[in-house]
T-cell receptor
Framework: DAGVTQSPTHLIKTRGQQVTLRCSPKSGHDTVSWYQQALGQGPQFIFQYYEEEERQRGNFPDRFSGHQFPNYSSELNVNALLLGDSALYLC??????????????FGPGTRLTVL | AQKITQTQPGMFVQEKEAVTLDCTYDTSDQSYGLFWYKQPSSGEMIFLIYQGSYDEQNATEGRYSLNFQKARKSANLVISASQLGDSAMYFCAMTPDRGSTLGRLYFGRGTQLTVWP
């Protein structure tokens, strides 16, 4: 049973560039959430996708956008990269059940460095 | 607004001893979920334990237990019989959704636990 996978593992970009990060959820899960974790901080919620739509969004600018595909996998896109976007980007998947308490399972993350 | 506070930047414990990691939270919601995650140096967040706000019993998962004191808004993690492999960053997190893990998670800043032989 494959867990949450993310690609790439590491990425180096320069300011102003655009980046796409990818996430495949755990088998059987239909909901994907993205988090940004700056060095020495706890993860910050970016947004959540379910049924190919953005359902919740944290306090992140429109430069951050996403997509969910019919197979539940997801992409996170960041445009016009800033130095402050350097962070570990974590993807979490879960199963949307009514009143359920299914755990959010996290992937290994993508470490993005912006120079 | 939801807020998680972890006041211990670092904790040290000897192997086989028990250790308590502190977590307090602030929310105006009546229904919420509390979580602890472990993050080794590899970066992956590993789920440890969950406590629902309406659960009357403290949650336990193997060597992990959650000391839930609702009136004090605290949700401390207790690790019994520490092992060298427990050395990692530990995060307390909360979701305001009704007993569900589906909503956004609010994380604290974490506590770095070091287990020594």
């Amino acid at each position: 049973d494959a867990g949450v996978t993310q690609s790439p593992t590491h990425l180096i970009k320069t300011r102003g560039q655009q980046v796409t990060l990818r996430c495949s959820p755990k088998s059987g899960h239909d909901t994907v959430s993205w988090y940004q974790q700056a060095l020495g901080q706890g993860p910050q919620f970016i947004f959540q996708y379910y049924e190919e739509e953005e359902r919740q969004r944290g306090n992140f600018p429109d430069r951050f956008s996403g997509h969910q595909f019919p197979n539940y996998s997801s992409e996170l896109n960041v445009n016009a990269l800033l130095l402050g976007d350097s962070a570990l980007y974590l993807c979490a998947s879960s199963l949307r059940t009514s009143g359920g308490t299914d755990t959010q399972y996290f992937g290994p993350g993508t470490r993005l460095t912006v120079l | 607004a939801q807020k998680i506070t972890q006041t211990q930047p670092g904790m040290f414990v000897q192997e086989k001893e028990a250790v308590t990691l502190d977590c307090t939270y602030d929310t105006s919601d009546q229904s919420y979920g509390l979580f602890w995650y472990k993050q080794p140096s590899s970066g992956e967040m590993i789920f440890l334990i969950y406590q629902g706000s309406y659960d009357e019993q403290n949650a336990t998962e193997g060597r992990y237990s959650l000391n839930f004191q609702k009136a004090r808004k605290s949700a401390n993690l207790v690790i019994s019989a520490s092992q060298l492999g427990d050395s990692a960053m530990y995060f307390c997190a909360m979701t305001p959704d009704r007993g569900s893990t589906l909503g956004r998670l609010y994380f604290g800043r974490g506590t770095q636990l070091t287990v020594w032989p």
